[in-house]
T-cell receptor, first 107, second 113 residues
Framework: KNEVEQSPQNLTAQEGEFITINCSYSVGISALHWLQQHPGGGIVSLFMLSSGKKKHGRLIATINIQEKHSSLHITASHPRDSAVYICAVYSVADMRFGAGTRLTVKP | DGGITQSPKYLFRKEGQNVTLSCEQNLNHDAMYWYRQDPGQGLRLIYYSQIVNDFQKGDIAEGYSVSREKKESFPLTVTSAQKNPTAFYLC????????????FGPGTRLLVL
């Protein structure tokens, strides 16, 4: 079993829909990172969080340390949000990545 | 502009050849990393370096080698010992150690012919 599980693997939505991507992990962590990978391959950091909730524009990330779970929400989704979203967890001197969730937002 | 550059974007290699992938950063970051990404799998750590002239093996270091002679440069050599080198390779850097936010380069796609 992978230490970092993301769901769903693939997600297709209509423009304007509210999107939720989930990340569950089995190891103790000090921080969790949400990354966005565009079709060309480049990766952009979205959030790094260790507790609670963070918001940036239409993106919201939450984490529940006790339940070992994090969610990434996108409000009012847009075709330019189409990308692979990757969850990464950090523990002392170690990091693990989820396989990613491929999001396609149709106009 | 500050950032991380990787070159080339695409690289073709014949079987049995060694190839070197370039990674340069001008962010003044101490730590640098190399990852490999295969379809449907998460990023896997090949090597990382927390300081000049020092580097550590990651989860899949076999068949790869690195050097860190300068703070801004962390080249990766894919040797002929790497049996399945076709993949997308990403370089990243962070201010200090693992728990800092990592900044990624655009990646190099390696194809073995």
């Amino acid at each position: 079993k992978n230490e970092v599980e993301q769901s769903p693997q693939n997600l297709t939505a209509q423009e304007g829909e509210f999107i939720t991507i989930n990340c569950s992990y089995s190891v103790g962590i000090s921080a969790l990172h949400w990354l966005q990978q565009h079709p060309g391959g480049g990766i952009v950091s979205l959030f790094m969080l260790s507790s609670g909730k963070k918001k940036h524009g239409r993106l919201i990330a939450t984490i529940n340390i006790q339940e070992k779970h994090s969610s990434l929400h996108i409000t009012a989704s847009h075709p330019r949000d189409s990308a692979v979203y990757i969850c990464a967890v950090y523990s002392v001197a170690d990091m693990r990545f989820g396989a990613g969730t491929r999001l396609t937002v149709k106009p | 502009d500050g950032g991380i550059t990787q070159s080339p974007k695409y690289l073709f290699r014949k079987e049995g050849q060694n190839v070197t992938l370039s990674c340069e950063q001008n962010l003044n970051h101490d730590a640098m990393y190399w990852y490999r990404q295969d379809p449907g799998q998460g990023l896997r750590l090949i090597y990382y370096s927390q300081i000049v002239n020092d580097f550590q093996k990651g989860d899949i270091a076999e068949g790869y080698s690195v050097s860190r002679e300068k703070k801004e440069s962390f080249p990766l050599t894919v040797t002929s010992a790497q049996k399945n080198p076709t993949a997308f390779y990403l370089c990243a850097s962070s201010q200090l150690a693992v728990q800092e936010t990592q900044y990624f380069g655009p990646g190099t796609r390696l194809l073995v012919l």
